[in-house]
């Protein structure tokens, strides 16, 4: 051994070997194959560029692009048991909320702030299906009653986004009692005469389709988004028939009357601040309610200079 293999060689190695690249730069968009650059997807809220399908997003980066300036405030939301069944599969309940809270960063499944949207003042709800699938648990139904509850007192309008796979298996029947809780919840809101909108984006299946999740007075999908209690395979399983073409697709719900609206994520924000303002008797938003322009559009839109 001399110094030739113990210096020179490794540092020629390093000169020409493949530098390793994160693996969170590229996103393979679901539905056409193009791989997406992550600052160009997040800048287009998660929507592919190529075929405008609709990839998940956070409920963080959701409120950042929904509230007025990216400013909100979180809604604390009371904790539940930690474990009460003492479930355990392939691995420990407690094991997997750890593993889910490391992987997004989420203390549970829903995030719920205040804040405003174009000067109108509301509460958000919205659900991660990152964290184990957006299941529905005792947190989730929490999240909800905290939801109302601080609505109600401000007298604010609630949006809720949902996405979520169901109730969450681990805690059982106390995930399943989280239904009628929602939907007293959800009556809370309508005695005191405030507005709930519901955004069903994909998916949105199980026992939340079957409880707050299709309670809103206006209720609005993203474009393609699942929306079902049962899902389409096993529905065909069951009945033994082809289903058609699209079925329980946003689209699909939106023809046969069981949605208002289906709108582009590009779109939402200024759709929900013109219905708010007009279920809150409010006068339509004009370009001087809206957030200040930022310094590029400001250039853009400045006059050239004559020489």
């Known amino acids: 051994m001399n110094w030739i293999t113990n210096y020179v060689r490794p540092r020629i190695?390093?000169?020409?070997?493949?530098?390793?690249?994160?693996?969170?730069?590229?996103?393979?968009?679901?539905?056409?194959?193009?791989?997406?650059f992550h600052r160009e997807l997040s800048d287009n809220l998660n929507v592919c560029s190529t075929c405008d399908h609709h990839l998940a997003i956070s409920p963080r980066d959701r409120f950042t692009a929904l509230f007025d300036g990216g400013v909100f405030?979180?809604?604390?939301?009371?904790?539940?048991?930690?474990?009460?069944?003492?479930?355990?599969?392939?691995?420990?309940?407690?094991?997997?909320?750890?593993?889910?809270?490391k992987s997004t960063g989420e203390k549970e499944a829903m995030l719920v702030a205040e804040g405003e949207m174009g000067r109108t003042p509301i509460v958000a709800a919205a659900q991660n299906f990152s964290f184990m699938g957006g299941s529905m648990g005792m947190y989730v139904?929490?999240?909800?009653?905290?939801?109302?509850?601080?609505?109600?007192?401000?007298?604010?309008?609630?949006?809720?986004?949902?996405?979520?796979?169901g109730a969450r298996m681990q805690e059982g029947i106390l995930s399943l009692m989280q239904m009628p809780r929602t939907t007293v919840a959800v009556e809370m809101l309508k005695e005191a005469g405030l507005p709930y909108?519901?955004?069903?984006?994909?998916?949105?299946?199980?026992?939340?389709t079957a409880s707050y999740a299709m309670l809103?007075?206006?209720?609005?999908?993203?474009?393609?988004?699942?929306?079902?209690?049962a899902g389409p395979r096993v529905i065909e399983q069951t009945i033994r028939e082809k289903l058609?073409?699209?079925?329980?697709?946003?689209e699909y719900l939106l023809e046969h009357g069981m949605l208002d609206r289906v709108t582009h994520r590009?779109?939402?924000?200024?759709?929900?601040?013109?219905?708010?303002?007009?279920?809150?008797?409010?006068?339509?938003?004009?370009?001087a309610e809206l957030p200040a322009p930022s310094p590029e559009e400001l250039a853009a839109a400045a006059p050239a200079k004559v020489e």
């Open 216 to 229: 809103g007075d206006i209720q609005i999908a993203e474009p393609n988004a699942l929306i079902c209690f």
């Open 73 to 101: 405030l979180e809604v604390k939301v009371p904790e539940p048991i930690a474990d009460p069944l003492q479930f355990r599969d392939q691995k420990k309940y407690p094991d997997r909320m750890k593993a889910a809270q």
């Open 197 to 208: 909108i519901v955004v069903l984006t994909h998916p949105t299946t199980g026992g939340v």
């Open 266 to 287: 590009k779109e939402l924000r200024n759709e929900l601040i013109s219905i708010l303002r007009m279920l809150g008797n409010l006068p339509a938003p004009t370009k």
């Open 13 to 36: 190695n390093s000169l020409f070997s493949r530098r390793e690249v994160p693996d969170n730069l590229w996103t393979k968009c679901p539905e056409c194959g193009t791989m997406l």
């Open 141 to 165: 139904g929490n999240a909800i009653i905290a939801a109302a509850e601080r609505a109600v007192k401000l007298k604010r309008p609630l949006v809720l986004f949902s996405a979520a796979g």
């Open 244 to 250: 058609p073409e699209g079925f329980q697709r946003a």
